[in-house]
């Protein structure tokens, strides 16, 4: 089992920035590759950004490409994800979730393990 619990989210004016963080616990941190998913109302949950067990290699959603950094410090036990040029429609519940490192980072069903999320509002 790994225990993930997520922290940083909040309101936020559009074009500002947000950090998001992920703590883990349980189960060798480092064995599991990372995500970030989230859900707006209304809409399913969807990828929005994922890297390897090592951090050496990054995925993201084509719609947060350029303004999201997702990255991992395994020695903290943490993941982050760095939100800049945040838009109105990125707001929605953001989850930290983990998989095995042979699945595919951009679905959602890869992921085993999950945090209850944490809410980012972004306003006009």
């Known amino acids: 089992q790994v225990q993930l619990v997520e922290s940083g989210g909040g309101l936020v004016q559009a074009g500002g920035s947000l950090r998001l963080s992920c703590a883990a616990s349980?189960?060798?941190?480092?064995?599991?590759?990372m995500g970030w998913l989230r859900q707006a109302p209304g809409k399913e949950r969807e990828f929005v950004a994922g890297?390897?067990?090592?951090?050496?290699?990054?995925y993201y959603a084509d719609s947060v490409k350029g303004r999201f950094t997702i990255s991992r410090e395994n020695a903290k036990n943490t993941v982050y994800l760095q939100m800049n040029s945040l838009k109105v429609e990125d707001t929605a519940v953001y989850y930290c979730?983990?998989?095995?490192?042979?699945?595919?980072?951009?679905?959602?069903?890869?992921?085993?393990?999950w945090g209850p999320g944490t809410q980012v509002t972004v306003s006009s």
């Open positions: 979730a983990a998989r095995s490192p042979s699945t595919s980072p951009n679905l959602a069903r890869s992921y085993d393990y």
């Open positions: 349980g189960r060798t941190f480092s064995n599991y590759a």
């Open positions: 890297l390897s067990w090592s951090g050496g290699s990054t």
